[in-house]
């Protein structure tokens, strides 16, 4: 007999060799029916898995993550079986899991090119695959056995992920005639694979290295009903409406230019407004709180970042050193701002009356991301953070920590993010090679964050192996207004750095101490935030953020005068105004305004002149009558005000 502890520390004894499906039975059919997968001691196995060993479990419905891992993961399998099935010969690298679906790498060899033309027949065939029940099996096998199944079918790219595995830890997964090197864990069968949509197609390098060959990559998603495949793929076509690339051409806020570079956007002068707009308001509260700003160079000497272990854990990522007339000597584009502010912290003998030491830049950085991984302002390789490190004492870390997590809330709260999560990112306990520093530094700083996270009251999820190189974070991952997760602020804390580059300060006792040091980026990068803030309001900014506030429309042009003495009046109260004097009817100047995202339209004519008023049309809301300018003026600044919150 084995003992199962349930997640309500409730115990109960099995037979040895029970599955997670016979213990769900014995629970409730229906839990045997739902339950996609069980996590056994913390590790996510399938539900046909025997269970030898007394352990603690917890089922997995689609509703959770866990569950919808297995789902997707035994989809994946189930396309590279329909592809293998149309395309005999072809070779499969990986087909993971992702957040919403799934993808398979595939190599159908060189005289075969997948194309979006293809992609309804492999979807006929999954489903046909599908409806006959196909059970998946796992089977352990010795790294000669995987070795030589692979080499018979002449696929290097499993052979070249199975000569990294170490022998005892090697499984292969089978549905029908098709067999993978894998992990899983997977469904019981193919039965609840009822809805299936492949996406798209996409060019993708083996393990990420431009320099092997490119396979085929395939995107789908599936569902166990069609009516939720319908629900998402109209979540889909909403997605395409707010896409960032689309709407920052339509407004005019930025560009990108094959001669200037992939990945470097071009900010217009709308989003440079913008943009602008996003900074001033975060340097304001950034002056409530303490920050002393500064300004670094965009490069700094390749010694520098050896000192700081960037150049070690990211010198493949960056671009290449400059290299200078003077010999041995190097730069490097600047991939981070911390090493920059660790010498501002040392440009002076500091006192422990002089911390906590707040430091903030908006700093511009570069990292080489791969050509094929580029996205818009969400993946480039030149960005601005909006960077800060804070150099404090030990006993000051967490008010300092908690002072972070408000500022990150008054953001969230002034740019309508209300559905956020919170994550904490600690170490791989299995992979001490990806870190630097001492376990007792990284002990301090985990327990910080935790207990500075607890006494916010925060209800946050803890993720193993997250860890930025140097120490543990904080992430908040938001929701935006369609249910897709960004994640965008961030906080850090670091004693490794300090070491590294020997920051002190002279304390009570006099003697030499070691500050401690918190990174800290609410907005992450003023890119990336503004693209999922395009997506998540759709175009249409707050009050206080977008480019143009107010268009003035003359009903004919005996009004423009009046239309440029109201447009004086706003300008001069710091009201963001257009006019638009085409020779065209008021209606359809408020249809194309309207396409601009305009909020507020003022449309002027006989009345208005006579009343000195404006008639006031919202956008979203419709008419809202006719205001005198300093009535409108005064709407105009309570809704700002109630926005920012400042």
């Given at each position: ?57 917890r089922f997995h419905k689609w509703e959770d993550e866990e569950g ?27 087909g993971p899991a992702i957040e919403q679906g799934f993808y398979y ?172 707009r996003l900074e001033n308001f975060l340097k304001k509260v950034q ?360």
């Amino acid at each position: 007999m084995v003992k199962i502890t349930f997640p309500d520390n409730r115990e109960k004894e099995y037979k040895k060799g029970s599955t997670g499906f016979d213990i769900a039975q014995s629970i409730h059919p229906r839990l045997a029916k739902e339950a996609l997968s069980v996590t056994v001691n913390g590790e996510l196995w399938d539900m046909r898995r025997p269970i030898d060993m007394d352990s603690s479990i917890r089922f997995h419905k689609w509703e959770d993550e866990e569950g919808k891992h297995a789902f997707w993961h035994s989809s994946a399998h189930l396309m590279a079986e329909a592809i293998e099935s149309i395309y005999p010969g072809t070779k499969f690298g990986i087909g993971p899991a992702i957040e919403q679906g799934f993808y398979y790498d595939v190599d159908p060899g060189d005289d075969i090119v997948l194309t979006d033309a293809d992609l309804p027949k492999i979807e006929q065939k999954m489903l046909e695959l599908a409806r006959t029940k196909e059970t998946y099996t796992r089977r352990e096998v010795s790294k000669k056995e995987a070795l030589d199944y692979f080499k018979k079918k002449d696929d290097e790219y499993k052979l070249e992920l199975i000569n990294e595995l170490e022998d005892g830890t090697i499984s292969f997964y089978s549905q029908g005639v098709f067999t993978d090197l894998c992990r899983g864990p997977h469904l019981p069968n193919t039965e609840s694979i009822k809805a299936i949509k492949l996406l798209s197609i996409a060019g993708a390098y083996w393990r990420g290295d431009e320099t092997r060959k490119q396979m085929t990559r395939v995107y789908g998603i599936t569902f166990p009903k069609k009516s939720m495949l319908d629900e998402y793929l109209l979540l889909l076509e909403e997605a395409k409406k707010r896409d960032h690339r689309k709407i920052g051409k339509e407004l005019e806020l930025f560009t990108f230019s094959q001669k200037v570079g992939q990945g470097l956007p071009l900010w217009l002068p709308k989003g440079a407004q913008l943009r602008e707009r996003l900074e001033n308001f975060l340097k304001k509260v950034q002056k409530d709180y303490g920050y002393l700003p500064v300004i670094t160079p965009h490069i700094g000497n390749k010694d520098l970042y050896v000192t700081s272990g960037h150049y070690e854990k990211y010198g493949k990522d960056s671009f290449q050193p400059i290299k200078t007339p003077s010999e041995n000597e190097e730069f490097l584009l600047k991939p981070m701002n911390c090493p920059h502010h660790c010498e501002i912290y040392k440009s002076k003998p500091r006192s422990y009356k002089d911390m906590p030491v707040r430091l903030a830049e908006f700093g511009t950085v570069y990292r080489y991301e791969q050509s094929g991984e580029l996205h818009g302002l969400t993946r480039v390789r030149g960005f601005t953070q909006d960077d800060a490190h804070i150099f404090c004492r030990p006993d000051q870390l967490k008010e300092e920590f908690i002072k972070v997590i408000d500022i990150v809330f008054l953001i969230f709260k002034s740019l309508n993010f209300s559905d956020f999560i919170t994550q904490i990112s600690l170490r791989d306990p299995e992979d001490g090679e990806k870190y630097i520093g001492s376990n007792e530094n990284w002990e301090k700083s985990e327990s910080a964050i935790i207990e500075a996270c607890n006494e916010k009251g925060l209800d946050t999820q803890i993720e193993y192996g997250e860890a930025a190189f140097y120490g543990p974070k904080l992430d908040f991952i938001v929701k935006d207004a369609i249910g897709r997760k960004w994640q965008l602020g961030t906080i850090q804390v670091d004693y490794n750095l300090p070491e590294r580059f020997e920051l002190e300060y002279i304390g009570s006792d006099n003697k030499r101490h070691r500050p401690v040091m918190i990174h800290r980026a609410p907005f992450g990068s003023m890119e990336r935030f503004v693209a999922v803030l395009i997506e998540h309001t759709a175009g249409k900014f707050p009050l206080w953020l977008t480019p143009d506030q107010v268009v003035l429309l003359p009903v004919s042009e005996k009004y423009v005068d009046y239309a440029k003495k109201v447009f004086s009046f706003l300008n001069n109260s710091d009201i963001r105004t257009l006019i638009d004097d085409r020779n065209e009817k008021v209606g359809k100047k408020i249809r194309d305004n309207e396409l601009k995202k305009i909020p507020y339209l003022l449309i002027v004519g006989e009345k208005e002149v006579a009343d000195n008023s404006v008639s006031v049309r919202r956008q979203g809301v419709g008419d809202k009558g006719n205001m005198s300018l300093e009535e409108f003026k005064t709407l105009i600044e309570k809704e700002i005000k109630s926005e920012t919150q400042i």
